[in-house]
């Protein structure tokens, strides 16, 4: 129990991080490299702060109770694929790392509007976000984070193996031999990023009452790069990659907290290391070298 | 053995008229006309960079044309995205071989088959679309059986070599389920035993699947034995055009061929 | 909009813009080389600040063995503490630019020789500034440490225009940055156009596998892009840290993300359109109007959005083509 | 049956925590920004807390057995200081924490505290709510409404001619951009007309912008809210570019590490402080005797306000101590107990007197104006002006 009281913040955190991976490994699916994930993170944390503080909603939450909080995940799915589509139309016209600079800018503005409005409550941002389902303790949040990374899990699993799924390898793959084959390049790019902005958005909603308060430094520059980290640390082929690079390294600064003053140095020599010595990521590590051979289903012919 | 004469009282599948495309200050195709008849192979020949695949992107949609039109089925398909004039019914290889490398030959296969299949993303998830997987399934079985692949269809297609390759890219351009098939050097990097079977291959998928064949191809005697019809490029110009006796007895040809030596 | 308001508001624009560019000068030179954006530059930037003020100034234990260097013994027509602040500069920008290499080395080139995905090199590089950053922060704190008013001689702080009843005013410091830049632009499209070395970076640039095979080393030229990269991040964060001290271990890592903007806008890889990108950003940061001044920091990504949908190249970026 | 196995699970949590017995010696918590870009003021107050652990230990400790501080470090963001703060509450077992250095970061992590019933003193949290969080949460840093008037009061005891007013803040610093809604609305009370409200980012370091829309504006007086680098930096712009009149620095201005920056443009700045080293109490004496032996420079508010956490801690702990033993104590009671007597007390600290209210806001009786004279580029004081 003390183990949970200690590190249950830090086990969440580990989800919570491993799945805003993911939320950049949608897009990587299609071949989209877009940092866009702590914008919409950033937006998702703002919905629920506001659904739970301001006092325009107090109707709301009072008549809801505790569902209110299923609410403001719903609220703040479709307002960031809502947003995804604005930003992703015209975005996903470029490709590797120019879309990954245009989305970084996308973050900053965001930042920055964050910042001037009073509805996000300007630099202070807000705060007595109310808990929900009664929790207490950091660690209950697993019984949010917990189902929610199963089931993206599920749902990854799912579409890789699905026509969509095909239609998102072949565009990483090779673009323009998609295109010629049948598959529109911008409907699934666009998709993608929208279900990488949904999943942000939502991790977001869930951790504006798991963080306590929400303010504009959530969603930054940093945030963008760390989340890249935790795809290309973890692997980036595989939808586990992104989830244990996350987790790990939102893990590492705090395994090393002993190490004090020397703590966020060894942090960056693990960076340097993992990169140079684990080309595949983590998942790189555990991955069996080669298939086997494909099974023909028994099934009769079908007739063209 | 042989194929069905066009008959000539049949509409034209394809239809170029005029088709023409700059890069900056080079023409590299000069206004184009040509007819393509259903059920006909049709062969594109002419010295390198004599404007063949540059046609084939302008037909396919991954060039826009610069002047001019492409008519499919007498419909105008002029400036559609690759995607729409792929689902439309125009399958193609490429000069390049442009194979999803890293994915297995049975999910290339898969994959062309995108257009003729229509699960969305909460079906695919939900796994609303069993039916429609195990069809798209049963089918890639079918054509990388058909062209000799089946028993490695696990394997990722970048591992293939250069003439499992183009066959594999020629049943991926089949799942798509077209009526015409642009094959661009399909017996590029094939050895002599390959490129012979090559000709019965063809015609044997264009019997199999009604299909309308385009081919660009260098070997000579490989299209002169294949084609019932061949155009001839030259410096993006058509010179050319004619059954296969004719074209190559064509003395603008055979200059084109020799000033090109 | 009145004339001297114009005028200050270029003034203001070119000022800012010049230390955005002095930034962005070894920034992009890197990518112009290898394609990645190193993110350590920031941390070399504020290195060399620390290095030239270890030598200049001293108080980290060397104590300023370079500081009373006087090199014109019967007085320097500047002031008495400028060739010994020039020195320390010039010793203080080889050492970043030695950081440089030793980067280069130990967290680029393994991922290079494997031929590794460049977007890990992104990761590598943003471990590397960790390290630095920290490792600053570990051996000398977070404080600020600012050069001595006279580094530049007793030049005046500020020139002061009156036109009619209004001023138009600019520092003394600004102006040096801008110079400085602008010749630093110069000496390295010179060295860059000009040189055998340049000839030998430009072919690496455009296609590393031939240069190797008509006997260039191509590492040995990355080696001097890196080296010229932190002497050239070296010497600006110096410039920059006269003009403002420096402020902590994250001084140069605030300018990163901005010079993000700068070089794309510039086009990425452009030297010239480094400094083109930061006088543009300078500019139009310059130009918000005061009421909309809280949107400011945006103004720069805004243009980056815009610029990326409209010229992906950048203002002087050369369009790819890509080939079917 | 999941409802019923969290209630099983918390009730399990209870009663773990009941159990504990206090472990000698008594440690107290100091969460503070090591790392990171707060790291500048959280490195001052890591000082202030290590000189406040060496004085009161030397004095006895809590009657007579020593007391340890440990040290977490919450880094800049939010989800440090919650591990931080759970690090202290249930691995390092402390009675009571110091912490954290932004207000955003206590909005994060006190609430943390306050449900383990763990006793917090904030030592430089200034942002409105901070001591509403809950009832184990305190604060010893005063808010900014009760510094700024005085400074604006000072500025026109010097120069009653004073008319128009150029306000500048930083923009993404919480304390600054609630202290500049005080400086605004002290200014108008006082009949001045407010020309122009500049803004900045406290990572800026380039401020031509707004100091020509200042010397454009024409004003007799300038009042910036910021932090050290910045707010030094557009001093000495402001200087450098020609603006001579009277310039008031706000709370986060109130630090020596203002003097490199600025150097000797930073002569005559009015500073409004929470903390002066020339307040006259022994108490503040001591501490600023030993802080310049050791530093060689006068302590800063950040050093002073930590300090004055740990202490306020001490002396709490001392009078629970001679109701009951310390040892005898179990934690959680013992918490409980350090809550009340912290709130119930009255101290004698380098900020002068402070109690606090019931809801944990601090009552500070001094608040000071001071002017700076630089004695040379980097050293200078600041001047206690009655």
């Not at chain 1, 799924?165 to 673009?175: P, T, V, Y």
């Not at chain 1, 666009?190 to 958005?201: D, E, K, N, S």
């Not at chain 2, 023409?20 to 062969?43: H, K, N, Q, W, Y």
């Not at chain 3, 440490?145 to 009156?162: E, I, Q, R, T, W």
Request: some cysteine; hydrophobic content about 50%.
């Amino acid at each position: 129990m003390d183990f949970l009281q200690n590190y249950g913040f830090l086990i969440v955190t580990m989800i919570q991080q491993g799945l805003l991976g993911l939320s950049l490994y949608f897009p990587l699916m299609a071949g989209q490299l877009s940092l866009a994930s702590p914008g919409f993170y950033a937006l998702g944390g703002y919905i629920a702060a506001i659904m739970g503080t301001n006092a325009a909603f107090a109707p709301l939450r009072e008549s809801l109770g505790s569902w209110i909080f299923p609410l403001e995940w719903l609220v703040a799915g479709v307002a960031s694929a809502a947003l995804g589509l604005i930003v992703g139309v015209p975005a996903l016209r470029l490709r590797g790392i120019y879309l990954a600079l245009a989305t970084i800018a996308f973050v900053e503005i965001l930042r920055v509007v964050a910042l001037n409005l009073s509805v996000t409550g300007g630099a202070v941002g807000l705060f007595g976000v109310p808990q929900p389902f009664g929790f207490v303790d950091r660690w209950q949040y697993v019984w949010i984070f917990g189902p929610l990374l199963v089931l993206v899990l599920l749902f990854t699993a799912r579409l890789e193996r699905s026509r969509v799924g095909r239609a998102f390898r072949s565009l990483r793959e090779d673009e323009l031999a998609a295109d010629a084959m049948g598959v529109p390049p911008t409907r699934y790019k666009v998709m993608a990023f929208v279900i990488g902005a949904v999943l942000a958005g939502i991790v977001g909603a869930m951790s504006a009452p798991f963080l306590n308060t929400w303010n504009a430094r959530q969603g930054t520059f940093d945030a963008s790069i760390a989340y890249l980290a935790y795809v290309l640390i973890g692997g980036s082929r595989n939808m586990w990659g992104p989830v244990l690079g996350g987790a790990l390294l939102a893990a590492l600064p705090e395994v090393l907290r002993p190490l004090q003053d020397w703590r966020l140095i060894i942090n960056g020599l693990v960076l340097v290391v993992a990169s140079l010595y684990l080309p595949q990521g983590l998942v790189g590590l555990f991955r069996r070298r080669r298939a086997a051979p494909l099974a023909r289903p028994a099934t009769q012919e079908v007739a063209k | 053995m042989s194929a069905p004469a066009p008959s000539p009282a049949r509409e034209p599948v394809l239809r170029a008229e005029g088709l023409t495309r700059r890069f900056g200050g080079l023409v590299a195709v000069g206004d184009v006309s040509f007819d393509v008849m259903p059920g006909e192979i049709f062969g594109l020949i002419g010295p390198n960079g004599a404007g063949k695949t540059t046609l084939f992107n302008l037909m396919t949609g991954l060039t826009p044309p610069s002047s001019g039109r492409l008519r499919f089925e007498g419909r105008d398909v002029t400036g559609l995205a690759p995607h729409r004039i792929a689902t439309l019914g125009l399958g193609r290889t490429f000069q390049n071989i442009r194979l999803f490398r890293g994915l297995s030959a049975l999910e290339n296969v898969k994959i062309a088959q995108h257009a003729r299949t229509r699960a969305g993303l909460l079906a695919g998830v939900l796994g609303g679309a069993r039916e429609e997987e195990r069809q798209v399934e049963a089918r890639a079985w079918d054509l990388l059986d058909l062209v000799g692949l089946a028993n490695r269809a696990g394997e990722d297609a970048g591992n293939f070599s250069y003439g499992d390759q183009r066959r594999l890219e020629i049943a991926r351009a089949l799942a798509l389920d077209p009526k015409v098939l642009l094959l661009d050097e399909p017996a590029a990097g094939m050895n002599s035993a390959e490129k012979h079977g090559l000709t019965e291959f063809i015609r044997d998928v264009r019997a199999r699947f009604d299909l309308t064949v385009m081919v660009i191809e260098h070997h000579v005697p490989l299209v002169m034995n294949l084609c019932d019809r061949i155009a001839v490029l030259n410096f993006g110009q058509l010179i050319a055009m004619g059954d296969p006796a004719s074209v190559q007895r064509d003395p603008k040809v055979i200059e084109a061929y020799l000033g090109a030596e | 909009m009145e004339l001297t308001q114009f005028i200050q508001n270029v003034l203001n624009g070119v000022s800012i813009g010049s230390v955005y560019a002095i930034f962005a000068l070894g920034y992009t030179l890197i990518f112009s080389i290898l394609g990645i954006i190193n993110f350590a530059h920031g941390a070399v930037f504020t290195l060399g600040a620390y290095f030239t003020y270890t030598l200049a100034v001293g108080q980290f234990g060397i104590n300023g063995l370079l500081k009373n260097v006087d090199l014109f013994p019967n007085g320097s027509p500047l002031g008495s503490s400028v060739p010994g602040f020039v020195l320390a500069l010039l010793i203080g920008s080889v050492l970043a630019g030695l950081v440089g290499v030793v980067i280069e080395r130990l967290a680029f080139r393994p991922l290079r020789s494997r031929g590794a995905d460049p977007l890990l090199a992104l990761v590598s590089s943003l471990g590397v500034a960790l390290v630095l950053v920290n490792l600053i922060q570990y051996l000398v704190g977070a404080e600020i440490y600012s050069f001595p008013a006279d580094v530049y001689g007793n030049l005046k702080p500020a020139l002061v225009l009156h036109v009619g009843e209004k001023l138009v005013v600019i520092r003394t410091v600004q102006i040096i940055i801008f110079v400085v830049s602008m010749i630093m632009l110069i000496i390295l499209g010179y060295l860059i156009s000009r040189t055998k070395i340049g000839k030998a970076l430009r072919a690496v640039a455009e296609n590393p596998g031939t240069s190797s095979l008509l006997g260039i080393s191509v590492d040995r030229y990355v080696l001097y892009t890196f080296f010229l990269s932190g002497f050239l991040g070296g010497l600006a964060g110096t410039l920059v840290a006269t003009s403002f001290g420096i402020a902590g271990p994250y001084f140069g890592v605030t300018y990163g993300l901005k010079g993000l903007a700068v070089i794309v806008l510039g086009g990425l890889g452009s030297i010239p359109g480094a400094v083109v990108g930061g006088i543009v950003i300078g500019l139009a940061e310059a130009f918000v109007p005061a009421e909309y001044s809280a949107y400011k920091e945006a103004v720069a990504f805004a243009l980056l959005f815009v610029i990326l949908l409209v010229r992906p190249q950048g203002l002087l970026g050369r369009a790819l083509v890509q080939k079917v | 049956m999941k409802r019923a196995l969290l209630v099983s699970l918390s009730l399990g949590l209870m009663s773990a925590a009941v159990a504990q017995k206090v472990e000698a010696p008594i440690t107290i918590g100091v969460a503070v920004a090591q790392t990171s870009n707060v790291a500048l003021l959280g490195q001052e107050q890591v000082i202030g807390a290590r000189l406040a652990e060496k004085f009161f230990n030397a004095t006895g400790g809590i009657n007579g057995t020593p007391f340890k501080l440990v040290f977490q470090d919450t880094g800049g963001d939010e989800a440090g200081t919650i591990n931080a703060f759970q690090n202290l509450i249930n691995k390092d077992r402390v009675v009571g924490i110091v912490g954290p250095t932004l207000s955003q970061q206590a909005f994060s992590a006190d609430p943390i505290a306050d449900r383990a019933k763990v006793p917090v003193l904030g030592p430089s949290n200034t942002a409105k709510g901070i001591p509403q969080i809950g009832d184990f949460i305190a604060r010893v840093s005063a808010p900014v409404a009760v510094v700024a008037p005085n400074a604006v009061k000072q500025a026109l005891k010097l120069d009653p001619k004073i008319k128009k007013v150029a306000v500048l803040y930083a923009q993404n610093d919480a304390f600054s951009v609630s202290e500049t809604g005080t400086f605004q609305e002290t200014a108008k009370a006082q009949g001045l007309s407010v020309s122009t409200v500049q803004k900045f980012q406290t990572t800026d370091t380039d401020f031509t912008t707004q100091v020509t829309a200042v010397l454009g504006a024409d004003v007799d007086l300038v009042i910036i809210s910021g932090l050290a680098a910045d707010g030094g930096n557009l001093v000495k712009q402001l200087r450098q570019l020609g603006y001579k009149g009277l310039i008031i620095g706000g709370n986060g201005l109130n630090t020596s590490n203002l003097f490199p920056v600025c150097g000797r443009d930073c002569d005559g700045i009015l500073i409004a402080q929470a903390y002066s080293p020339a307040l006259a109490g022994s108490v503040n004496q001591l501490f600023v005797k030993e802080y310049r032996n050791q530093y060689k420079k006068d302590p800063p508010q950040f050093a002073a306000q930590a300090y004055t956490g740990v202490q306020v801690m001490v002396e709490a702990l001392r009078k629970i101590d001679k109701k009951k033993k310390l040892d005898t104590w179990n934690l959680a009671d013992l918490r409980v107990e350090l809550n009340k007597q912290i709130l119930a007390g009255k101290y004698k600290t380098p900020l002068g007197d402070v109690s606090f209210d019931r809801e944990g806001e601090v009552n500070q009786k001094d608040f000071y104006v001071a002017q700076i004279k630089m004695k040379d580029a980097k050293n200078g004081t600041f001047v206690f002006l009655k």
